[in-house]
């Protein structure tokens, strides 16, 4: 398309940014963050992340689990299990390697409740500098549970309520408020530990209420939402899903309520635990901890009493990056920063995104702040899948948003980017292999993401360069009246296919359509 923006064309001589604030990426203090390599040394897995964490919510350039159980036993011997430990060792031996070739040695190594409690805890991490040259930090419980919380606070900045993380040989739980961590105890109360209890599910849950009791008297009152980070609680959050048939299949901020999870503790304890573990894609090593950590999750939540449950796909390693992060960057916005971080990656025209936004939000100046910023993160986002085969593009959109790993954004926020994008590029969403899925959003909301997408389709038609204003749109929802002002410059873009994605847009307004071309408002 030659057409464009004439040279008399008025250009934004002072970028405003506006609530979201000016973007953080490229700041050098954040670049430093682009390759960041974490390695978490669990009682029941080791594992290697690797973040690019140049964006608020950052991206797993690199993730890498060994199941060990190195815990496994160490209530009965004191030592670390003999087969995990050579198997760890190896583990580590494998990331080091891999962060060396990658340029990014040395990683960032914790290790929890197994190798702490180990008396042989520090010899392991003696043979793994010997052999790899990494420093393995041995961290106490507090903070262990300190860490967890701030990869809970990664993807909900502000967030309040409490954080619990159980992994093999221990839990945690920490207080969150207002962005920041309070208190914090931690517990043996493990599911590696409790396997091996004598006196079966009667002494398990005669020790797990003792516990629970302690932890939540040392903790206070706790009444808030209830956080679940680990392995073993994203595992009954997988069944969960299933009983209930749920659609969307993301981990990370899967929401169920207090009722939820008894009628799934029961689910577990009748059904064929294979059976489960193949419907849900658990892995078997994870599934023989479920039952036993469903015992203790239902005696939490009968203790703790939530307002509601929501599952972190972010935890330690998560709190680690979070640590490195400058406090600039921790107060942003993780759906934002992100957005603009893959439209600066991917779009054919960085920055135009902005442009795309101010020329639509006048169709939703009542919308409250948590509208605005999804309508944000779409314009953002409305070209970064421009490679995929058109035929396919509205639905690469969708899956894209509802699937990503993004913080700060609930299952419906998901359904509703998903949509808006996806009449980004097509005007009905029905016949969709995704049709059971916007359920999740009531039909007001999905209207209007429906709106927001075709203002979307039409707005991009008609600038080819950022940072230049050739119109604006006016919404009188009382009259039902959509009054588009263009800069005469504007004309030639204003072509048929144009005039029919106004059209399509008016018809979801149900409004009546003025076209003016005029020197816009700016220019006044």
Not at 322 to 349: G, N, T, V, W
Request: glycine letters at 8%; hydrophobic letters at 40%.
């Amino acid at each position: 398309m030659n057409a464009g923006p004439r040279s008399d064309a008025p250009q934004l001589s002072a970028v405003n940014y506006g609530p979201f604030g000016r973007p953080l990426f490229n700041d050098p203090s954040v670049r430093k963050l682009s390759r960041v390599g974490v390695v978490d040394i669990g009682s029941n897995s080791v594992r290697l992340v690797i973040f690019d964490g140049a964006a608020r919510s950052p991206a797993y350039f690199y993730n890498e689990k060994v199941m060990c159980a190195l815990g496994a036993g160490i209530a009965e011997t004191g030592h670390l299990n003999p087969e995990g430990r050579v198997r760890a060792l190896a583990a580590v031996a494998r990331f080091e390697a891999i962060a060396q070739s990658l340029g990014i040695s040395p990683l960032t190594a914790v290790a929890t409740a197994a190798v702490r409690d180990a008396t042989d805890g520090p010899d392991f991490c003696a043979d793994i500098l010997r052999e790899t040259g990494l420093n393995v930090h041995i961290i106490d419980g507090p903070e262990e549970a300190r860490l967890s919380a701030q990869g809970v606070l990664l993807g909900w900045p502000g967030s309040y309520g409490l954080v619990c993380d159980i992994g093999g040989a221990s839990m945690e739980l920490a207080e969150i408020r207002d962005g920041h961590v309070g208190k914090c105890v931690s517990s043996s109360l493990g599911p590696l530990k409790l396997l091996s209890m004598k006196g079966g599910a009667k002494a398990r849950k005669t020790y797990a209420k003792e516990v629970i009791d302690d932890l939540c008297e040392r903790m206070g009152e706790q009444k808030d939402r209830l956080f679940l980070v680990g392995g073993s609680w994203r595992a009954i959050a997988r069944i969960d899903m299933h009983r209930r048939g749920y659609p969307l299949h993301v981990l990370h901020e899967y929401r169920m309520t207090p009722k939820s999870v008894r009628e799934t503790v029961k689910y577990i304890a009748k059904s064929d635990i294979e059976d489960l573990r193949s419907a849900c894609g658990i892995s078997s090593a994870r599934m023989a901890l479920v039952p036993i950590a469903s015992e203790v999750l239902k005696i939490l939540v009968s203790r703790v009493k939530p307002t509601d449950i929501a599952v972190s796909s972010y935890g330690i390693r998560e709190g680690m990056l979070y640590e490195q992060m400058p406090q600039k960057l921790r107060d942003r916005d993780p759906l934002i920063e992100s957005a603009r971080f893959a439209e600066a990656k991917d779009a054919r025209m960085p920055g135009f995104g902005k442009t795309l936004y101010d020329f639509i939000i006048p169709l939703f100046k009542s919308a409250p702040y948590t509208t605005k910023r999804l309508i944000k993160a779409a314009s953002s986002l409305h070209d970064v899948s421009w490679r995929a085969h058109p035929d396919y593009r509205a639905e690469v959109c969708f899956d894209n948003s509802t699937r990503a790993n993004l913080g700060g954004l609930s299952h419906p926020e998901r359904v509703f980017l998903g949509l808006a994008l996806l009449h980004r590029y097509r005007n009905k969403r029905e016949g969709t292999r995704f049709d059971d899925l916007f359920d999740l959003l009531p039909p007001e909301k999905q209207k209007q993401a429906e709106i927001l997408g075709k203002a979307m389709r039409f707005g991009a038609m008609l600038w080819m360069e950022k940072d230049t204003q050739l119109g604006e749109m006016r919404w009188f929802p009382k009259k039902k009246l959509l009054e588009l002002r263009l800069h005469p410059s504007a004309k030639p873009l204003f072509s048929e296919v144009a005039e029919a994605r106004l059209a399509s847009l008016a018809s979801s307004l149900d409004a009546e359509v003025k076209v003016k071309f005029t020197k816009p408002s700016t220019e006044a």
